[in-house]
């Protein structure tokens, strides 16, 4: 079993910071991908940021310059740096990962139970 605890979320003003941090702990031999996606109210859900297992990134296009992803893989865990915030970066994030239980076994994905990030003045 996995658990991922996210924290971080609030309310900030335009031009802030912010950083979520997601914490995965529980039956876990490796984690390949950490994501951090975002749902804002009645929008889809979108990929904000993805890191691989050797700390290769990307970005949606609306958050690069301002967003960084990051990864301690000692302690399981990514992170979301998230400056020059915006009203529009208002949304419920968040965090998933693919990770498998055993050597050569299945990729898993498993998700977050979201955190509130609000922008407003």
């Known amino acids: 079993q996995v658990q991922l605890v996210e924290s971080g979320g609030g309310l900030v003003q335009p031009g802030g910071s912010l950083r979520l941090s997601c914490a995965a702990s529980g039956s876990i031999f490796m984690i390949f991908d950490m994501r951090w996606y975002r749902q804002a109210p009645g929008k889809q859900r979108e990929l904000v940021a993805a890191i691989t297992n050797d700390g290769t990134t990307n970005y949606v296009g609306s958050v690069k310059g301002r967003f960084t992803i990051s990864r301690d893989n000692a302690k399981n865990t990514v992170y979301l740096q998230m400056n020059a915030l915006k009203p529009e970066d208002t949304a419920v994030y968040y965090c998933?990962?693919?990770?498998?239980?055993?050597?050569?076994?299945?990729?898993?994905?498993?998700w977050g139970q979201g955190t509130q990030v609000t922008v407003s003045s």
């Open positions: 998933n990962i693919e990770y498998s239980q055993y050597y050569y076994s299945k990729k898993i994905n498993y």
